[in-house]
């Protein structure tokens, strides 16, 4: 009997057989731009040390890409950490500007930051920042940051590729 799950995976399975991969070479080159976004909520900024604190943070971070990919997903927030110094393009070397959004009952209070030196303990992740923009209120509630773009390879093999494997959409390699 065909029930609407056998056709479900009958379209899929056909789908991944018509999926044509890439050589190596061309997978190796294939680049997609992420941005990505984390919650929170609460936040204390110390002036002083520059020391911008999440409270209890999102347990995930949220990716996404932009035409041609729309790829989406999300991970977890202990595994977004490393983007600091894993690879040759890391925020270390860059550090990515991010707009910190933070909602007080109806008002909304925008600032730009460049963010640096992440580090979580328990549910508070603290970044160092530069405020770019606006005025950074000493603490707030209901905290999104977005953050700016890295480019991350599409492959199968990479950190990205496989994380993305495993959190967006299923393809046969």
């Known amino acids: ?28 080159d294939d680049m997609a731009d992420f941005l990505f976004v984390q ?24 990716f996404f890409s932009d035409r041609p990919d729309r790829i989406a997903g999300n991970m977890d927030t202990a595994a977004f950490i490393p983007f600091w110094s894993t690879g040759k ?4 070397s860059d550090p990515p500007n991010a707009d910190l959004s ?3 009952g109806s008002e ?7 963010l640096e030196n992440p580090e979580l303990s328990g549910n508070d992740l603290t970044y160092t920042v530069k405020v770019v923009g ?17 480019g991350m390879p599409r492959t199968p093999l990479s950190y990205a590729g ?8 299923a393809f046969l390699y």
């Open 134 to 150: 606006g005025e950074m209120p000493e603490m707030g509630s209901e905290v999104s940051v977005f953050i700016d773009i890295i």
């Open 1 to 28: 009997m065909t029930t609407r799950r056998h056709l479900l995976l009958a379209a899929m399975a056909a789908t991944a057989a018509a999926t044509v991969r890439p050589s190596q070479a061309e997978a190796a």
């Open 102 to 104: 933070i909602l007080e």
């Open 39 to 62: 919650t929170a909520d609460a936040m204390t900024f110390d002036k002083a040390s520059s020391k911008l604190t999440l409270k209890d943070v999102g347990a995930t971070t949220l």
């Open 108 to 114: 909304l209070t925008q600032v730009v930051v460049v």
């Open 89 to 92: 393009d890391s925020f270390l």
């Open 162 to 169: 496989v994380a993305r494997r495993g959190y967006r959409r």
